[in-house]
């Protein structure tokens, strides 16, 4: 009886052996004959976790909102001489608690709706470049050149014609010819002639009219 039980025993084992080496065996034979599938699942499972990551990222990202603790940082810029100016100071009160989306509105509406002193200083546009909770960076192009309302005297056709500063826009049409001036003037106004004043082209006028 007990010879009978180690002989089961002694073949029960013998089994599991047999069986454990089966599994590996297979497991061996796969991996030799599926390695790109198996790399391939791994690289997935990376790629996964990988967007995952991504994802709370441009998450948290996207949740960024100023404080009042935000410092501004505003950098002036003068396109009459390429002049830069910065400056930090506390956030304006208008522009706490936004997200970028939201600041880069608000300073559109603003660059529509200009202030009285921005207009004064000449004020073109601005455009957000840092965006973060500790500081945000706006850069502001100013052009400080100073408006002249002049005008031109301009000959057209032999026909002289008044024009306004920019030389494009027509003011009025004279009876003058151009062989009515003096050679001299002839020349300045070929070139065309600047006047400052509305009184100085009436003067002009007048000294060469018959």
């Not at 073109?124 to 002049?150: A, C, M, P, W």
């Not at 009515?180 to 009436?202: N, T």
Request: proline share 1%; aromatic share 12%.
């Amino acid at each position: 009886m007990r010879k009978g039980y180690k002989i089961g025993l002694f073949f029960a084992l013998l089994l599991i052996v047999i069986f454990i080496a089966l599994l590996m065996w297979r497991r061996y034979i796969w991996r030799e004959q599926f390695p790109d599938k198996l790399m391939e699942q791994n690289t997935e499972q990376q790629t996964q976790d990988g967007e995952g990551g991504n994802a709370i990222s441009s998450s948290q990202k996207n949740n960024i909102r100023t404080t009042c603790n935000t410092v501004c940082i505003y950098e002036d810029i003068d396109k009459k001489d390429g002049t830069v100016v910065i400056t930090e100071e506390k956030i304006p009160g208008k522009y706490i608690d936004m997200t970028r989306s939201e600041l880069e509105r608000a300073l559109y509406d603003d660059s529509v709706q200009l202030s009285l002193d921005d207009k004064k200083r000449g004020f073109q546009t601005q455009h957000l470049e840092l965006f973060s909770e500790d500081r945000i960076k706006i850069v502001r192009i100013y052009d400080t050149t100073e408006e002249r309302n002049g005008y031109y005297i301009m000959a057209v056709k032999h026909e002289i014609w008044i024009f306004k500063e920019d030389k494009e826009t027509l003011y009025f049409k004279t009876d003058l010819l151009l062989e009515d001036l003096p050679e001299k003037v002839q020349s300045e106004v070929i070139k065309g002639k600047y006047m400052d004043s509305e009184v100085k082209i009436y003067h002009f006028l007048e000294s060469y009219s018959s």
